[in-house]
C-alpha cells in the first residue's frame, strides 16, 4: 500500500483545512488508517484514526470536537477536516494504515501501523 498525503498549508489561527490521504491497492476497505502528527521539536503524536468499514473512529483530545475523519473506499481516500485551527496544530502530518481482519478496529498507537506517507506540512499563524 503507497500513501499520498495533501492538502496542508498556511492558515490563518481560526480556519480550517481539509487533509486528503490517497492510497494505492485493492483492498483500502481492509485497511485501519489514521492521522499523526509531529511538530519540531516533538514525538509524532496520534491524531485520529477510522476503521476499515468507517463505522468506528477514534479522536486524540487535542482535535476532538473540531475534526472530522471520513474515509470513501470507493475512491480509497480518507479525509481529515480540522476546524478552528490553532498556532498549536502546526506540524507535519502523516498518514497511515494497516491491514486488519477486524472492519471495525481502530489504532490508536504509530507501532500498530504498517504504512505511512511523506507528510503534508500544515502551519498555522497566529
Known amino acids: 500500500v503507497q500513501l499520498q498525503a495533501s492538502g496542508g498549508g498556511l492558515v490563518q489561527a481560526g480556519g480550517s483545512l481539509r487533509l486528503a490521504c490517497a492510497a494505492s491497492g485493492r483492498t483500502f476497505s481492509r485497511h485501519a488508517m489514521g492521522w499523526f502528527r509531529q511538530a519540531p521539536g516533538k514525538e509524532r503524536e496520534f491524531v485520529v484514526g477510522i476503521s476499515g468499514n468507517g463505522a468506528s473512529t477514534a479522536y486524540a483530545d487535542s482535535v476532538k470536537g473540531r475534526s472530522t475523519i471520513s474515509r470513501d473506499n470507493a475512491k480509497t481516500t480518507m479525509y481529515l477536516q480540522i476546524n478552528s485551527l490553532k498556532p498549536e496544530d502546526t506540524a507535519v502530518y502523516y498518514c497511515?494504515?494497516?491491514?486488519?481482519?477486524?472492519?471495525?478496529?481502530?489504532?490508536?498507537?504509530?507501532?500498530?501501523?504498517?504504512?505511512w506517507g511523506q507528510g503534508t506540512l500544515v502551519t498555522v499563524s497566529s
Open positions: 497511515a494504515a494497516v491491514y486488519s481482519g477486524d472492519y471495525f478496529y481502530v489504532p490508536a498507537r504509530s507501532r500498530e501501523y504498517t504504512y
